[in-house]
């Protein structure tokens, strides 16, 4: 029952979607249209045969039966009923869309277009002026050996500025970073009640971006998430292991500060030379609910006036040791156990389970050569992950590997803030960049798909996009409504494709028109708009292929389609 009402969810919810995209992009077709005083017959809120209809002065309004697109029929379109336009009637011809100048022509068409990109940037304007949750400059995580490492840039430092720029919002931050690689850059940097400069500069690298391949940018190895202060205990000979600490313990609080985070673990110990109070929560961070125990402990840490670092102390992050094996894993049957320190996989040492899970997920079905320190003494073991299936971001089936083994790991979530305008005219200017960035991004996913850089299989129809609805309004609904957003400048950018049947297509007729002055040849018409007809048509199949084999993956392989 629980799955037939979400279905009934996703179908509401897009449903919504789709309504108010295609209203808007028609009601741009039929406001510049009326303004140009051509007779629009019928204004329809999707296709098929008419659920409903109501004729108010010359138009007549519809909903048709299939819950996916919509159009207005003008006086004058070409649609067979007048073989010869030369044939109609004077009272026609002067209501007719094919008998205005081509500048109006082009205007109706270009208005559906234009009205999904108002739709947008006005979406994304009251959202700055209601409160948009921004992701802050707070450094949640450092990569070590990485560029910000070794300038010095630590968990808990807040960027204020780069090169005398003020800089809050951790995406104009990454940016700056991306743009500039090799570049020695000035970060003004709040730390604690300490402001400091640091010099940093951005190696080149390879990132993933939002079409998850990889391209080259600026890199400094900084994060905005960051880790919850889990301990991890390097050995029993150490102050942390002496004083009490085990492996797996939460640290609440130091000194009676509280502590939210791994950084400020570091930063606590490392404000004084000690002795430390330490309260730590113990046995609530087990995998399993019933397995969950929590008990606070309290110990003392002794003073270690020459520590530099929490090494020191015995401790580091928890994220690399293992906090439970699962049964008849290859980790299980490689002999890898609960409480076991990854040292290195393959020869190299990962900075954290991010790049060790990553290297183990490139790999089914290989032998790797994995080292990890049990009781204070290191040993190497081979192990084969084994090849599991798993959905990508775009529901796809791919291929990784597994060994079948849980870390003591859990992230803190970056520092948020509701970025707000009172100011219209900022909150306008943001939308304005807003709409921008993403129709750059859409441009980009269309231009990557030509190239092939993106694969055909990421194409997705009305079953993905009724998914990604369904889950953006289970999220709320400042989520869906910038779903909405999106989706109309998708629509907007794709309808302007110079492809025949689309309004790009037309356009680009205008304008082959404006160059010869007159109008392009009723065969040539035809031809163009069968081949534009045959197009869509192949994109409309490929999308449902898609979104079909999305449910039964099998379907590529038993057809041999799109790498299969």
């Known amino acids: 029952m629980s799955d ?30 009326r303004l140009c005083g051509v007779r629009v017959e019928a204004f329809s809120l999707f296709f098929g045969k008419p659920l409903y209809k109501k004729k108010r002065g010359d138009t007549e309004w519809r909903i048709g039966t299939i819950p996916f697109g919509g159009y207005v029929k003008m006086v004058g379109q070409a649609d067979g009923k007048h073989e010869n336009y030369d044939e109609m009637t004077d009272e026609e011809k002067s209501v007719s869309f094919a008998h205005k100048p081509l500048a109006q022509r082009a205007a109706i068409v270009a208005a559906g277009p234009a009205m999904n990109f108002v739709l947008a940037f006005v979406i994304f304007s009251i959202m700055f002026m209601v409160g948009y949750p921004t992701t802050t400059t707070l450094i949640g995580d450092v990569t070590r050996d990485g560029a910000a490492w070794e300038a010095g840039l630590r968990p808990g430092d807040r960027v204020t500025a780069i090169d005398g720029d003020k800089v809050w919002r951790w995406d104009d931050m990454a940016s700056i970073v991306e743009e500039n690689p090799e570049k020695a850059m000035d970060f003004t940097v709040q730390r604690g009640d300490e402001t400091r400069h640091v010099t940093v500069t951005p190696r080149l690298g390879l990132k993933k971006n939002i079409f998850q391949f990889e391209e080259n940018a600026g890199l400094i190895g900084v994060s905005p998430d960051g880790f919850r202060p889990i301990a991890g205990v390097t050995g029993p000979q150490t102050a942390a292991a002496q004083a009490g600490l085990k492996t797996g313990d939460l640290f609440k609080s130091i000194d009676g500060k509280p502590v939210h985070a791994f950084a400020d673990v570091e930063r606590e110990l490392l404000a004084s030379p000690g002795p430390h109070k330490v309260t730590v929560e113990r046995g609530g961070l087990a995998r399993r609910e019933a397995d969950r125990q929590p008990t606070d402990v309290e110990l003392t840490l002794p003073a270690l006036p020459s520590a530099t670092g929490i090494q020191d102390y015995g401790l580091e992050r928890a994220d690399l040791y293992v906090l439970e094996v699962v049964e008849g894993s290859p980790a299980e049957k490689a002999g890898l156990r609960a409480g076991d320190r990854f040292v290195t996989l393959n020869g190299e040492a990962p900075s954290g389970w991010e790049e060790f899970s990553g290297i183990v997920r490139q790999h089914p079905g290989e032998e790797l050569s994995v080292v990890v320190r049990r009781d204070g003494e290191t040993r190497t ?159 409309v199949a490929a999308t449902f292929f898609n979104d079909i084999a999305r449910v039964f993956p099998g379907l590529r392989t038993l057809f041999g389609l799109f790498g299969g």
């Open 4 to 33: 037939v009402l979400m279905i009934f969810q996703k179908l509401f919810f897009f449903v919504m979607l789709i309504s108010v995209v295609v209203i808007v992009h028609e009601w741009g077709h039929f406001i510049v249209a």
């Open 381 to 539: 073991i081979g192990v084969t992950p084994e090849a599991a299936q798993e959905k990508d971001l775009l529901g796809e089936t791919v291929e990784v590997g597994r060994l079948g083994v849980y870390p003591w790991i859990s992230y803190s979530n970056p520092e948020m803030v509701n970025e707000r305008h009172l100011n219209p005219f900022v909150a306008v200017w943001r939308g304005v960049e807003l709409t921008g960035y993403w129709t750059v991004m859409t441009l980009k996913g269309f231009v990557y798909l030509f190239t092939g850089d993106v694969s055909v299989k990421s194409l997705g129809g009305p079953i993905l996009i009724a998914d990604l609805a369904g889950k953006t309004a289970a999220s709320g609904a400042f989520s869906f409504v910038m779903f909405i957003a999106i989706i109309s400048l998708n629509l907007a950018i794709l309808n302007l494709m110079p492809i025949p049947v689309l309004d790009g297509g037309h356009l680009a007729m205008f304008a082959v028109e404006g160059v010869i002055r007159r109008p392009l040849s009723e065969a040539s018409q035809r031809v163009a708009t069968n081949l534009g007809m045959a197009i869509v048509l192949c994109l």
